[in-house]
């Protein structure tokens, strides 16, 4: 079956020290699987998507463990590049913490199996037949083998009218602000949709003002004339904003009490992308007043209850937050 969404990149362990332990005296490690794409991904499929998740992980028991939990929540596996047993599986180390310590994180992910991935045994043909494909800013800031593989999506996407997703999510340690804003110029022109947080918006390309006017700056050097083009803003506690069809709306983010901050940023653009792809259960809940803008900071607001870095849902988890919201029931 043709995939609603297709993507790549790349996916690590997570190591995290216990709550109130630095990495530097924890008595033991938690271990959870973690990639912005698949995580995205993974949400998707929970909700009864059919998502293809491209990658390179070793042929050995940690890949095999990212493969696994990735299948178990519903995502296609089987364009996997698998590669030597004794290559890299990316990690990274974690604290999470209260303000003001706030969240630590610690990559180890150089030389990786994503990062020295062979562009040439990628099944790009994967995209043909997608309703859409959805990248990261993160991926090309990891090798130029990563890079590779990113720019021949990009072109495989345009040749075969496949609509782009691309959430700019850009990373400090990664890549420097003036590098990540010069090569992610192609990707945000040419997304269908864009995801920007504010804080990139600013760092990136200088972008200021309020939520609106930073939607406008970014559709005067993004847009292409005569093309669709949804611009999406995330504002953190402040929910999020959208420009679409040159009407500018924002949403007030759902309150939670919970605390795990890792992934709610991808759980966001999986609700986000979910409506956009109208979903059966956006559908329904569209007809009581709900907004993409508000799926996905539905989306984010469930994930931040739920510990690891996959918003481990379902669509009636999601159904009983809009209904909470909306004041009324469904159906």
Not at 41 to 55: D, E, Q
Not at 165 to 182: C, E, G, H
Not at 211 to 223: D, G, N, T, V
Request: a neutral charge; aromatic letters at 8%.
């Amino acid at each position: 079956m043709p995939a609603d969404v297709v993507s790549f990149g790349e996916t690590m362990f997570r190591l995290t020290a216990p709550n109130g332990f630095r990495l530097e005296n924890a008595p033991s490690l938690r271990i959870y699987v973690g990639g912005t794409e698949s995580n995205t991904l993974s949400s998707l499929a929970r909700l009864k998507l059919r998502v293809n998740w491209i990658s390179a992980l070793p042929a050995n028991p940690l890949g095999k463990r990212i493969e696994s939990e990735l299948r178990g929540h519903g995502v296609d596996t089987s364009h996997i590049v698998w590669t030597a047993p004794n290559s890299r599986l990316g990690i990274f180390y974690a604290e999470e913490a209260p303000d003001p310590l706030g969240i630590q994180v610690y990559y180890d992910r150089a030389n990786s199996a994503c990062a020295l991935i062979d562009p040439d045994a990628v099944p790009y043909n994967a995209v043909d037949n997608a309703r859409i494909v959805h990248l990261t800013g993160i991926t090309p800031a990891l090798s130029e083998h990563a890079n590779t593989v990113f720019q021949r999506f990009l072109e495989r996407a345009r040749a075969q009218h496949v609509p782009l997703s691309f959430d700019v999510n850009y990373r400090a340690k990664l890549w420097s602000a003036s590098d990540a804003a010069r090569q992610l110029e192609e990707a945000c022109r040419q997304a269908r949709i864009l995801f920007c947080a504010h804080a990139d918006a600013s760092e990136l390309w200088g972008f200021s003002g309020s939520p609106e006017q930073i939607l406008r700056q970014m559709a005067a050097r993004f847009s292409i004339a005569g093309e669709p083009k949804t611009l999406v803003l995330t504002l953190g506690s402040e929910g999020s904003a959208q420009l679409q069809n040159d009407q500018y709306t924002a949403e007030p983010c759902i309150p939670t009490n919970g605390t795990a901050r890792f992934g709610s940023g991808d759980a966001f653009s999986a609700g986000y992308l979910y409506a956009y792809l109208d979903g059966p259960l956006y559908r329904e809940a569209q007809t009581h007043g709900a907004t993409a803008l508000a799926f996905g900071n539905a989306l984010a607001s469930l994930k931040r209850c739920i510990d690891g870095d996959i918003a481990v849902i379902t669509p009636d988890d999601v159904r009983a937050l809009l209904q909470k919201q909306e004041g009324r029931r469904f159906r």
